[in-house]
């Protein structure tokens, strides 16, 4: 007869932790914030995690007022306008007349890496000035 080892706090951790998940705002590696629909289903629940509790403040009140909403919305608007800015930058140093066919694989990749980046420090920015500081 198999004897099972008892699971430890540590192997609980590790199993309710999401290892490898991205947060949700900002794009970052999570570190163990989350977001879990609270309501009673027999359907498994969606859960959502973050690397912040700005990150996790900001999801959670766009949550409450667009959960069912595509449309961007203002805070995406303005994290993509300063993206923009980045972008152009690059740009700039590619040169604006270059067709996108012409454009090097170095080339859009570092175009898609400026873009996302960019995308992701504004929203970053934003979320830490819309969520107040914590005292402790």
Known sequence: MPTSTPI???????????????????RQPT???????????KRRRPS???CSMPCQ?????LARERFAMVDLTEEERAAITATMKRVALLMDEIGWATPLADLTEA??????EEAVEGFREAISDIARAQTPEVPF
């Open 107 to 112: 080339q859009v990749r570092a175009l898609i």
């Open 8 to 26: 430890t706090a540590e192997d609980r951790r590790r199993l309710w932790h999401p290892r490898g998940t991205l947060c949700a705002v900002c």
């Open 31 to 41: 570190r163990g914030f989350g977001w879990f629909d609270p309501h009673r289903s």
């Open 57 to 61: 403040s900001f999801w959670t009140r």
């Open 48 to 50: 959502v995690w973050f």
